[in-house]
């Protein structure tokens, strides 16, 4: 079985597995209608997000963590092991999908880039994964210049591909970085 890669200091930053404790905290942040304006799944069930939190320490595919700066949970990392996309015979689980969510009264200080730069860790030199892709509203300027601060490549930029609750169809961005890519930066 696959070791989390938590816990992982990344700057000023602890990524940790989330606890019972820190859910109500989470939950405030993550329901916080500012945070989801540009999130896909907007509201989230406070018991469907509880028992998904507190299951994933025992998952194989979902290595979502939490961070915390001078012991306060500050932001939610998201890393899921998913399947490229291929013909038969293609390699299953070789991917890793990342995001984040701050809490908005930390925003500003660099907390997601460190966080993506600690999922990119966890991802390629933890769990071995060969590419990690992230994506973004287009207008979600702020999210787009961290995956670029964290060293991910835009690699699509596209076209009214993604539904906005308030806006209808907009531009959405995919970033992308491999693992000898991380390699050439990182070693
Ligand atoms: C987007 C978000 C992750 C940014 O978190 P953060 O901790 O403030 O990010 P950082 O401080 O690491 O970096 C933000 C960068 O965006 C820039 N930025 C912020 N607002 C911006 C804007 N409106 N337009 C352009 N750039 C902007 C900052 O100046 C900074 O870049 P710099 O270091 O070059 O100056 C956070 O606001 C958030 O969680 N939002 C709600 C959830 C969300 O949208 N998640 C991402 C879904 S894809």
Known sequence: MTTRP??????????????????????????????QRFLIAT????EKFRGNWLAKPSSTTDFSCV????????AIGFLEIVDGMG????????????????????????YATHLAKGLLTAAFDH???????AGCYADN?????VLEKAGMRREQHGVEDSWHAELGWVDGYTYALLDRE????HE
């Open 6 to 35: 938590w816990p992982l200091r990344v700057g000023p930053l602890l990524l940790r597995d989330a606890t019972e404790p820190d859910i109500e905290a989470l939950l405030a942040f993550r329901n916080d209608p500012a945070v």
């Open 43 to 46: 509201t989230v069930d406070p």
């Open 182 to 185: 991380w390699r050439a930066t």
């Open 87 to 110: 013909q038969p015979g293609v390699p299953t689980g070789t991917d890793g999908m990342v995001g984040y969510i701050v809490d908005p009264q930390y925003a500003g200080r660099g």
């Open 127 to 133: 769990l071995g994964l060969r590419r990690a892709t």
């Open 141 to 145: 300027a702020a999210s787009a210049r």
């Open 67 to 74: 961070a915390e700066a001078d012991g306060q949970v500050v």
